[in-house]
């Protein structure tokens, strides 16, 4: 299938889209990657009158250090982080699950911008900026620039907060902590395919084996991407051991509302969270532990 007809606009600048978004609103669409749209759009289950391609913006592609941050131009393509070996040093985490996403050839036109914004609950990127408190900054003409909180900018399934007229600009990361663990485990079908679960681990442990600080975070078991606030409340503060972190893990699916489909039943995915959890807690708990051996 081709697309409906539409107007088509290619901007050189974030001023000239937050004009063309206040002018066209809802009737517009933004094209980043196209890795989610252009499927869409194929099967006409959107049919928008008019599309702003983003990727002429430059000024939208960017690593940026600030204050104990990284920043990240929304155009950003995923690829580019997966290569850039600093980034991998500030961000473990993040790219150790950048691989997951697609395929290279998806991730050399997907675009950090566009998969927060598709908000697919089993995405990698909406997990990410959720567990690691990530601040999203939205730009439009009538209201000036704003910023969310990752946690705020998802509303509902494949939902944001995201205006008719706003613009997403960039994300901003918390600094990694010098002294953190951590652990990345998804499971599909097939490598490329979308998670049927997936979970992220950032754990902070004292030289007396207290947890000081610890994130988790969950995708495709909830209708948004979520943290697993019961485990993490279990070892927060908690002195650590193989018993407790089970116990925790055994949490992990609390408060969530897991999805049946083709691929899983609800039964399923719950289960299969909480093995990864398991596995991904111990890994980095173990990690800790070594950080704090001195030879």
Same mark, same amino acid.
């Given at each position: 299938?081709?697309?409906?007809?539409?107007?088509?606009?290619?901007?050189?600048?974030?001023?000239?889209?937050?004009?063309?978004?206040?002018?066209?609103?809802?009737?517009?669409?933004?094209?980043?990657?196209?890795?989610?749209?252009?499927?869409?759009?194929?099967?006409?289950?959107?049919?928008?009158?008019?599309?702003?391609?983003?990727?002429?913006?430059?000024?939208?592609?960017?690593?940026?250090?600030?204050?104990?941050?990284?920043?990240?131009?929304?155009?950003?393509?995923?690829?580019?982080?997966?290569?850039?070996?600093?980034?991998?040093?500030?961000?473990?985490?993040?790219?150790?699950?950048?691989?997951? +996403?697609?395929?290279?050839?998806?991730?050399?036109? /997907? &675009?950090?911008? $566009?998969?927060?914004? #598709? %908000?697919?609950?089993?995405?990698?990127?909406?997990?990410?900026?959720?567990?690691?408190?990530?601040?999203?900054?939205?730009?439009?003409?009538?209201?000036?620039?704003?910023?969310?909180?990752?946690?705020?900018?998802?509303?509902?399934?494949?939902?944001?907060?995201?205006?008719?007229?706003?613009?997403?600009?960039?994300?901003?990361?918390?600094?990694?902590?010098?002294?953190?663990?951590?652990?990345?485990?998804?499971?599909?079908?097939?490598?490329?395919?979308?998670?049927?679960?997936?979970?992220?681990?950032?754990?902070?442990?004292?030289?007396?084996?207290?947890?000081?600080?610890?994130?988790?975070?969950?995708?495709?078991?909830?209708?948004?991407?979520?943290?697993?606030?019961?485990?993490?409340?279990?070892?927060?503060?908690?002195?650590?051991?193989?018993?407790?972190? +089970?116990?925790?893990?055994?949490?992990?699916?609390? /408060? &969530?509302?897991? $999805?049946?489909?083709? #691929? %899983?039943?609800?039964?399923?995915?719950?289960?299969?969270?909480?093995?990864?959890?398991?596995?991904?807690?111990?890994?980095?708990?173990?990690?800790?532990?070594?950080?704090?051996?001195?030879?």
């Amino acid at each position: 299938m081709k697309p409906a007809p539409f107007k088509y606009y290619d901007p050189e600048t974030t001023a000239e889209v937050v004009a063309l978004l206040d002018q066209y609103g809802d009737e517009a669409k933004l094209l980043a990657g196209g890795q989610s749209l252009g499927p869409v759009l194929n099967m006409r289950l959107s049919s928008p009158e008019v599309i702003i391609d983003l990727n002429r913006v430059d000024t939208l592609r960017y690593i940026e250090p600030s204050n104990g941050a990284l920043r990240l131009g929304a155009m950003t393509l995923e690829s580019t982080l997966e290569d850039d070996a600093a980034f991998s040093q500030r961000q473990p985490l993040i790219a150790a699950a950048i691989p997951y +996403i697609g395929h290279r050839a998806i991730r050399n036109r /997907g &675009t950090v911008g $566009g998969s927060l914004v #598709h %908000a697919d609950p089993a995405a990698e990127w909406p997990m990410l900026a959720v567990m690691l408190e990530a601040e999203i900054e939205l730009k439009s003409k009538s209201s000036g620039k704003r910023s969310l909180k990752a946690e705020d900018f998802y509303v509902d399934f494949l939902t944001t907060a995201v205006k008719d007229d706003e613009l997403l600009t960039r994300v901003q990361i918390p600094e990694w902590p010098s002294d953190a663990s951590w652990s990345f485990i998804e499971f599909s079908r097939r490598h490329g395919d979308f998670a049927i679960a997936g979970i992220g681990v950032q754990l902070q442990v004292d030289t007396n084996n207290r947890c000081q600080d610890v994130k988790i975070g969950l995708l495709g078991v909830h209708p948004l991407p979520c943290r697993a606030k019961m485990s993490e409340a279990m070892l927060r503060g908690q002195l650590l051991s193989d018993e407790l972190v +089970i116990a925790a893990a055994q949490q992990a699916t609390a /408060g &969530t509302e897991p $999805g049946n489909d083709i #691929h %899983a039943s609800a039964t399923y995915r719950r289960h299969l969270t909480i093995t990864l959890a398991e596995r991904a807690l111990q890994q980095a708990y173990r990690d800790s532990i070594g950080k704090h051996i001195h030879v």
